[in-house]
């Protein structure tokens, strides 16, 4: 029989808790030992590792190098661009050295008096195929090197003796389409619990009432291992603490122990939620105490946020009672120069950058994050679309996860659902990116199923597949079945789809793949698909694209005149490693060149064009190209602005050029014209285009008007002088000593005045000393073979950034960068 102890407490009311729960966890991050190996001892216990190299987890295997034309080479025909015949694909998985096997040891420390606890490990993810070992058993085996894992260890561990855990992992030639890392590139944790435990993902909690005066919070938890109770009762208490940390609701009952595991159901009214959202990231905590006769057998915490979502036919996604409409970023999950390593400096920079570009949304393409990705999106206010495939069972490359979808799709979205489910920032799932299966009615139908296991994990969320054949799917069906129909390019049958579809909206789940290269920019100024010149990279001036893609805009003006149309998330916000599309054979070319963001995290010409459409509120005022074009003089040079303001005019060495206003009456049914395509007429809507301006060495200056005609603010470029000295910039210049920080150093290399040496891109040399290390520099040229790792790396377009990372010890860090013909320069980063 239940009995109900208490209800809710007063606001603030504190719980008095024992000191010490039975749980404890920890990360296994070092004392690693690493071999690229393979041989079928290195499971057992008495196998001597001595020889192999120390490594500290999580750790990327192949970011390290060197890059090669041979890593990973695919010879084959990428269907999805297009490509009909098998041909040589060099770079398209980064040229890194991923491929082939690897096996990580360590000793596991297991306390003689572990008594009738349980041991846990669980992996956040391990690149790939993992075979886990405990004293020389296999205690399982996870091919998805995206998903979190886990084992219970407890009958292979020997309390109190030595006890050996080793990691096989193994990655297949041609198994990606972008650089997956490697290895055990996640965290790796151990976790003992009392007999009586809340399981991994144990806590399911939903807020089916969200309104100003109250919320109602829905708790439904697990409890393992009842039968060791022998049939005496449980004590469960259970609270919910405010984003204050204070006590807002609590019960405490007694439970009969019948069976081995059990549901326990509860509720919470919370008056005046204080509601999760963009800009009020607001944090719950669910607090479950499990006690047997006043001793503490298990406390778990749970973190959550109270919001609604809901969509509307003809309106669209609402969050909170409010329209949201998706000003999303696909990214992959490398942090650049870190490769796949899981850094929690490094996300939470390119969620800060991407928040500062006005992104609000990014989907984890094309797999599930980093546990770690989603609890920062979770505090700082960023929805997520949390995806799950690339593929199912039809291959997209000949080894990839289409040899293991039918057996393993079920447990793999299981486990992303069941990890995400109590994360407010996830606002919806995807179970798929642009599969082969699209037009068939067997597709729409397995569609069908992965949205209905979803729904069956979690009935809060919304589903959406990333479909890239419109035409496929409205026949098949696949468009239909979806909760959100997700359309990947091609917005000019966004129309076309909306007219048939019940849905009464649609997103665009992959928009765009513009391509460009920070701070390069090519002549004559037009519009190209495809194109590809001698140094590997694209213009700057935001023209090129894909063939089967387009220029923003072509995206803005459907985002923004269809009510119906939810938003769009763009390819890509920043680049990553692998698919330098349109450099498919051209080695080298390691990186993509999609990105608004480059690989080093700076910003490229686009992500003020997206920043001055998404960010309307926020300043704008960017010119482009640089002005330092010796040889140039003469030679037509057209000059963008990339501005929230409505007009702009531009002068050139105090000479105007004119007066340009963004053209408000331009309309999609207008321009869908190959002749609007060449003239760029619906950038005129969104961009400040001068196309006929010559360029003489001096000074661009543009002055920007607001809907009033007042002069608001200016901006200014300058032609550089010679390079002059270096200048450094730390995002961070205070950082914690755990060892893992990281203070990301932009440098410069600047004239006398201080303008940047556009076309600067000498070797620079760094050295780190006091209470931090080098961890690594990029520069985001994707032509680039310089390893990242090494503590010297070329500039590109006259910057770089490099990474200090900290000790594990307070104290300062000084980075000292030198270069030939240039005096060193030093920054100081408090490590603190
Ligand atoms: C899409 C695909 C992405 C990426 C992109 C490049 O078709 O979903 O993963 O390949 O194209 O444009």
Same mark, same amino acid.
């Given at each position: 029989?239940?009995?109900?102890?208490?209800?809710?407490?007063?606001?603030?009311?504190?719980?008095?808790?024992? /000191?010490?729960?039975?749980?404890?966890?920890?990360?296994?991050?070092?004392?690693?030992?690493?071999?690229?190996?393979?041989?079928?001892?290195?499971?057992?216990?008495?196998?001597?590792? #001595?020889?192999?190299?120390?490594? =500290?987890?999580?750790?990327?295997?192949?970011?390290?190098?060197?890059?090669?034309?041979?890593?990973?080479?695919?010879?084959?025909?990428?269907?999805?661009?297009?490509?009909?015949?098998?041909?040589?694909?060099?770079?398209?998985?980064?040229?890194?050295?991923?491929?082939?096997?690897?096996?990580?040891?360590?000793? &596991?420390?297991?306390?003689?008096? /572990?008594?009738?606890?349980?041991?846990?490990?669980?992996?956040?993810?391990?690149?790939?195929?993992?075979?886990?070992? =405990?004293?020389?058993?296999?205690?399982?085996?996870?091919?998805?090197?995206?998903?979190?894992?886990?084992?219970?260890?407890? #009958?292979?561990?020997?309390?109190?003796?030595?006890?050996?855990?080793?990691?096989?992992?193994?990655?297949?030639?041609?198994?990606?389409?972008?650089?997956?890392?490697?290895?055990?590139?996640?965290?790796?944790? $151990?976790?003992?619990?009392?007999?009586?435990?809340?399981?991994?993902?144990?806590?399911?909690?939903?807020?089916?009432?969200?309104?100003?005066?109250?919320?109602?919070?829905?708790?439904?938890?697990?409890?393992?291992?009842?039968?060791?109770?022998?049939?005496?009762?449980?004590?469960?208490?259970?609270?919910?603490?405010?984003?204050?940390?204070?006590?807002?609701?609590?019960?405490?009952?007694?439970?009969?122990?019948?069976?081995?595991?059990? &549901?326990?159901?509860?509720?919470?009214?919370?008056?005046?939620?204080?509601?999760?959202?963009?800009?009020?990231?607001?944090?719950?905590?669910?607090?479950?105490?499990?006690?047997?006769?006043?001793?503490?057998?298990?406390?778990?915490?749970?973190?959550?946020?109270?919001?609604?979502?809901?969509?509307?036919?003809?309106?669209?996604?609402?969050?909170?009672?409010?329209? /949201?409409?998706?000003?999303?970023?696909?990214?992959?999950?490398? &942090?650049?120069?870190?490769?796949?390593?899981?850094?929690?400096?490094?996300?939470?920079?390119?969620?800060?950058?991407?928040?500062?570009?006005?992104?609000?949304?990014?989907?984890? #393409?094309?797999?599930?994050?980093?546990?770690?990705?989603?609890?920062?999106?979770?505090?700082?206010?960023?929805?997520?679309?949390?995806? #799950?495939?690339?593929?199912?069972?039809?291959?997209?490359?000949?080894?990839?996860?289409?040899?293991?979808?039918?057996?393993?799709?079920?447990?793999?979205?299981?486990?992303?659902?069941?990890?995400?489910?109590?994360?407010?920032?996830?606002?919806?799932?995807?179970?798929?990116?642009?599969?082969?299966?699209?037009?068939?009615?067997?597709?729409?139908? $397995?569609?069908?199923?992965?949205?209905?296991?979803?729904?069956?994990?979690?009935?809060?969320?919304?589903?959406? %597949?990333?479909?890239?054949?419109?035409?496929?799917?409205?026949?098949?069906?696949?468009?239909?079945?979806?909760?959100?129909?997700?359309?990947?390019?091609?917005?000019?049958?966004?129309?076309?789809?909306?007219?048939?579809?019940?849905?009464?909206?649609?997103?665009?789940?992959?928009?765009?793949?513009?391509?460009?290269?920070?701070?390069?920019?090519?002549?004559?100024? =037009?519009?190209?698909?495809?194109?590809?010149?001698?140094?590997?990279?694209?213009?700057?001036?935001?023209?090129?694209?894909?063939?089967?893609?387009?220029?923003?805009?072509?995206?803005?003006?459907?985002?923004?005149?269809?009510?119906?149309?939810?938003?769009?998330?763009?390819?890509?916000?920043?680049?990553?490693?692998?698919? @330098?599309? @349109?450099?498919?054979?051209?080695?080298?070319?390691?990186?993509?060149?999609?990105?608004?963001?480059?690989?080093?995290?700076?910003?490229?010409?686009?992500?003020?064009?997206?920043?001055?459409?998404?960010?309307?509120?926020?300043?704008?005022?960017?010119?482009?190209?640089?002005?330092?074009?010796?040889?140039?003089?003469?030679?037509?040079?057209?000059?963008?602005?990339?501005?929230?303001?409505?007009?702009?005019?531009?002068?050139? %060495?105090?000479?105007?050029?004119?007066?340009?206003?963004?053209?408000?009456?331009?309309?999609?049914?207008?321009?869908? %014209?190959?002749?609007?395509?060449?003239?760029?007429?619906?950038?005129?809507?969104?961009?400040?285009?001068?196309?006929?301006?010559?360029?003489?060495?001096?000074?661009?200056?543009?002055?920007?008007?607001?809907?009033?005609?007042?002069?608001?603010?200016?901006?200014?470029?300058?032609?550089?002088?010679?390079?002059?000295?270096?200048?450094?910039?730390?995002?961070?210049?205070?950082?914690?000593?755990?060892?893992?920080?990281?203070?990301?150093?932009?440098?410069?290399?600047?004239?006398?005045?201080? %303008?940047?040496?556009?076309?600067?891109?000498?070797?620079?040399?760094?050295?780190?000393?006091?209470?931090?290390?080098?961890?690594?520099?990029?520069?985001?040229?994707?032509?680039?073979?310089?390893?990242?790792?090494?503590?010297?790396?070329?500039?590109?377009?006259?910057?770089?950034?490099?990474?200090?990372?900290?000790?594990?010890?307070?104290?300062?860090?000084?980075?000292?960068?030198?270069?030939?013909?240039?005096?060193?320069?030093?920054?100081?980063?408090?490590?603190?």
């Amino acid at each position: 029989m239940k009995r109900l102890f208490a209800c809710a407490l007063t606001l603030g009311a504190a719980l008095s808790l024992p /000191l010490q729960a039975q749980r404890s966890e920890r990360l296994l991050e070092k004392g690693w030992r690493f071999t690229r190996e393979d041989q079928s001892q290195f499971s057992s216990p008495t196998f001597n590792d #001595s020889k192999w190299s120390r490594v =500290v987890v999580p750790h990327d295997w192949a970011i390290y190098g060197p890059f090669s034309f041979d890593n990973d080479k695919q010879h084959l025909a990428i269907a999805q661009d297009g490509q009909k015949e098998a041909m040589e694909h060099a770079g398209r998985t980064g040229g890194l050295p991923f491929v082939g096997t690897g096996w990580y040891r360590r000793s &596991l420390e297991i306390p003689s008096d /572990l008594g009738d606890r349980r041991v846990f490990l669980r992996f956040d993810g391990a690149m790939s195929h993992a075979r886990v070992y =405990v004293n020389g058993k296999e205690v399982g085996y996870w091919p998805y090197g995206y998903n979190t894992f886990a084992f219970d260890i407890t #009958s292979f561990v020997r309390p109190g003796e030595a006890n050996t855990l080793a990691v096989r992992l193994e990655n297949k030639h041609e198994s990606s389409r972008w650089y997956p890392g490697a290895g055990l590139y996640r965290n790796v944790h $151990l976790t003992f619990t009392s007999p009586v435990y809340v399981p991994l993902w144990g806590t399911q909690i939903q807020t089916p009432t969200v309104e100003a005066s109250r919320a109602y919070v829905d708790v439904r938890t697990r409890i393992a291992g009842m039968s060791t109770l022998s049939g005496r009762p449980l004590q469960v208490k259970t609270k919910i603490l405010s984003p204050e940390g204070k006590v807002v609701a609590q019960r405490e009952e007694e439970i009969q122990s019948a069976g081995t595991e059990r &549901l326990y159901h509860t509720g919470f009214d919370v008056e005046r939620p204080q509601l999760w959202d963009i800009d009020q990231p607001h944090l719950y905590k669910y607090v479950i105490e499990l006690s047997d006769g006043g001793r503490l057998l298990d406390r778990d915490t749970t973190t959550f946020g109270i919001r609604s979502i809901e969509l509307k036919a003809g309106d669209g996604f609402y969050l909170n009672g409010r329209k /949201l409409k998706f000003q999303g970023a696909c990214l992959h999950h490398d &942090l650049g120069p870190l490769g796949a390593a899981v850094n929690e400096a490094a996300m939470r920079r390119q969620i800060r950058t991407m928040q500062d570009m006005g992104v609000n949304a990014i989907r984890t #393409s094309h797999n599930m994050p980093a546990p770690e990705f989603v609890r920062l999106c979770d505090e700082m206010g960023m929805p997520v679309m949390a995806e #799950s495939f690339d593929c199912w069972a039809q291959p997209k490359v000949p080894n990839g996860y289409n040899l293991d979808f039918n057996e393993w799709h079920e447990r793999d979205l299981v486990n992303l659902v069941h990890q995400f489910r109590n994360s407010p920032s996830v606002i919806m799932w995807s179970i798929g990116n642009e599969v082969p299966e699209q037009p068939s009615l067997d597709g729409a139908k $397995l569609a069908y199923r992965l949205q209905e296991i979803c729904h069956r994990e979690d009935p809060t969320r919304p589903v959406t %597949n990333g479909m890239d054949n419109p035409l496929g799917v409205l026949k098949s069906g696949m468009a239909t079945t979806l909760d959100i129909p997700g359309f990947n390019y091609r917005p000019f049958l966004y129309d076309t789809a909306h007219k048939v579809l019940p849905q009464g909206f649609l997103l665009g789940s992959e928009t765009c793949s513009t391509v460009s290269s920070r701070g390069v920019y090519k002549f004559p100024v =037009v519009r190209k698909s495809m194109a590809k010149y001698p140094d590997h990279q694209s213009s700057g001036y935001d023209v090129e694209h894909c063939g089967w893609s387009n220029l923003p805009e072509d995206d803005f003006i459907r985002q923004e005149d269809h009510d119906w149309s939810m938003g769009e998330f763009i390819w890509t916000g920043i680049d990553y490693l692998g698919e @330098p599309t @349109p450099y498919y054979s051209d080695w080298p070319s390691h990186s993509s060149l999609f990105g608004a963001v480059d690989l080093a995290g700076l910003p490229k010409d686009r992500f003020y064009l997206y920043r001055s459409h998404w960010k309307k509120d926020a300043e704008t005022l960017h010119i482009l190209p640089h002005w330092t074009w010796p040889g140039r003089e003469g030679e037509v040079t057209p000059i963008f602005v990339y501005t929230n303001y409505p007009e702009a005019e531009l002068f050139i %060495n105090g000479k105007s050029q004119g007066r340009q206003r963004k053209d408000r009456s331009i309309k999609i049914e207008d321009t869908e %014209n190959e002749d609007s395509q060449k003239a760029f007429t619906r950038q005129k809507r969104y961009r400040l285009m001068w196309m006929d301006t010559k360029y003489e060495p001096g000074e661009v200056k543009v002055v920007a008007y607001d809907d009033a005609g007042k002069a608001v603010a200016t901006q200014t470029v300058r032609t550089a002088g010679r390079a002059h000295h270096l200048e450094l910039s730390a995002d961070r210049t205070t950082i914690s000593p755990d060892g893992k920080d990281i203070s990301f150093v932009t440098v410069r290399v600047v004239d006398k005045d201080g %303008n940047l040496v556009p076309d600067d891109g000498r070797l620079l040399n760094f050295k780190v000393t006091g209470a931090g290390s080098f961890r690594a520099a990029a520069s985001g040229n994707p032509a680039s073979l310089d390893a990242f790792h090494l503590p010297r790396h070329h500039a590109f377009s006259g910057q770089l950034v490099a990474l200090v990372q900290s000790a594990e010890r307070a104290g300062e860090a000084v980075l000292t960068v030198s270069a030939k013909g240039l005096p060193s320069a030093s920054i100081r980063i408090q490590v603190k």
